[in-house]
């Protein structure tokens, strides 16, 4: 599919199971976070995971997490623990227990310089044994931001944390130089679905305002996390029955700024609605690569293509027209448009003027493979009479010598009409924290997520 870096669950030992919810899958109920989880395999299954991934150019980025630990018993029993004592039991937003009577979280004091200082010299030593390029952090929200600075410095690789909610200034303040270096942006996903899902509310508003006011909050949306799914939510399609309402919505994520994060499933159009249902196993899809995984594979391929070929990726992205059914978005010399009118054929169009490109000027339509030609005055012309696809409009003459769309290119090289025209008229070196986050998009594209599945 053209992802060349892995997230994957947390790997440190968990609590035993059974529990009130059965055993401990995922990989979230921590007892001790330095050792590791023999469920999952031994030190030297993950070193040959860590040196194969590094062998085909791959990157490995590790969930952890460190706000809390797990216990299935009331009052918890700490003499298994690495941290036997040091838990706060006071209630606020980042020092309160987090998960219920059956399966407690017990919060970690993570102001006492002994957890501190534990926790430092775990994670240095954790991310150096098994050569761990990332790491993703659980619940990042819930321990304080000036935690994270120390944390990241560390470790010595690039961290995204999750800061779960809408709430675009609380996520903007776990991303700096003293805290993380990004976050998993739960904004924009709102956004998204409130501007794409059918049934929805078609707001498109609601993701140009987003998509501007982050602009002006975050410290780098270059680094921020795109994403549709993940196992605390439910799966798009459990929520939205038109597959074109996901595959706009993910160009979207593909083409603007940020990392475009895939949980496992997203391709084979899982549809869970909730915790567990939406950690099925993958494996009875029998990785069917039915049209989810090539249309993902096709954004991949444009996505790495554009970043190693040009200066594509460090060029920001900018809406530059909408209207309640599509949006243009820039970025380099490409223009994406998207549209959230869905499958069914549909007498309508997305038009626009002032791209910025000259009159007759070849576009080619990587999602489509087909011509646009840029009219007057910059004028672009998308036709939905075959139903509300997205396009990723790339100058002919940038894709020449690649692999895609090679038969419209060509056509338009040769001076010769494509058939059906779309439109008339208008081993990597180990890797800093900064350096990890350009490089993920810079060699990939996407990361794709794996998580150990429910059974």
């Known amino acids: 599919m053209g992802f060349t870096a892995i997230w994957i669950s947390p790997v440190n030992q968990n609590i035993p199971g059974p529990t009130a919810y059965g055993d401990p899958y995922h990989g979230y109920w921590i007892a001790d976070v330095s050792q590791l989880n023999d469920r999952f395999g031994t030190a030297d299954d993950l070193r040959q995971l860590s040196e194969e991934l590094h062998r085909r150019g791959m990157y490995l980025m590790v969930d952890v997490v460190v706000n809390n630990v797990a216990s299935a018993t009331i009052p918890p029993d700490y003499s298994q623990y690495l941290f036997k004592d040091h838990y706060n039991d006071r209630e606020s937003a980042q020092v309160c227990w987090l998960g219920d009577t059956k399966v407690t979280l017990p919060d970690l004091d993570t102001e006492n310089p002994v957890v501190v200082s534990t926790y430092n010299q775990w994670v240095s030593q954790f991310v150096q044994d098994f050569g761990i390029d990332g790491l993703r952090i659980d619940a990042a929200k819930h321990v304080r931001a000036d935690f994270w600075g120390p944390f990241c410095k560390a470790a010595g690789v690039f961290c995204i944390g999750e800061v779960f909610g809408d709430d675009i200034d609380l996520a903007a303040s776990y991303q700096g130089p003293t805290t993380l270096d990004a976050i998993l942006n739960f904004p924009q996903y709102s956004a998204l679905k409130d501007a794409f899902a059918i049934p929805g509310p078609g707001n498109m508003s609601s993701l140009v305002d987003q998509f501007n006011i982050a602009r002006r ?173 997205s396009s990723i409009l790339i100058p002919e003459y940038y894709l020449r010598g690649s692999d895609i769309c090679k038969d419209v290119q060509r056509a338009s090289y040769q001076g010769m009409t494509p058939q059906k025209p779309a439109s008339s008229g208008a081993a990597p070196a180990r890797l800093s924290s900064v350096g990890l986050a350009s490089s993920m998009a810079l060699l990939t594209g996407a990361a794709l997520w794996l998580t150990v599945s429910a059974i």
């Open 217 to 389: 909050k975050f410290t780098d949306v270059g680094v921020l996390g795109n994403f549709l799914e993940n196992h605390d939510l439910p799966r798009w399609n459990s929520f939205s029955v038109d597959i074109q309402s996901m595959f706009n919505a993910m160009t979207f994520n593909f083409m603007s700024d940020g990392i475009p994060v895939l949980y496992y499933g997203q391709e084979q159009r899982f549809n869970g609605a909730g915790d567990p249902v939406n950690r099925e196993p993958l494996w009875p899809s029998q990785y069917n690569q039915g049209d989810g995984y090539k249309f993902m594979a096709m954004l991949n391929q444009v996505r790495n293509y554009l970043i190693q070929s040009d200066d594509w990726l460090h060029q920001p992205a900018q809406i530059i027209s909408h209207t309640d059914e599509a949006l243009f978005l820039a970025k380099g010399y490409v223009i994406t448009v998207v549209t959230n009118i869905g499958s069914p054929p549909k007498n309508a169009s997305a038009s626009m003027i002032g791209s910025g490109f000259s009159p007759n000027q070849v576009m080619i339509d990587t999602v489509t493979c087909q011509q646009v030609i840029v009219g007057s005055q910059g004028s672009i012309y998308i036709d939905y009479r075959k139903g509300g696809h």
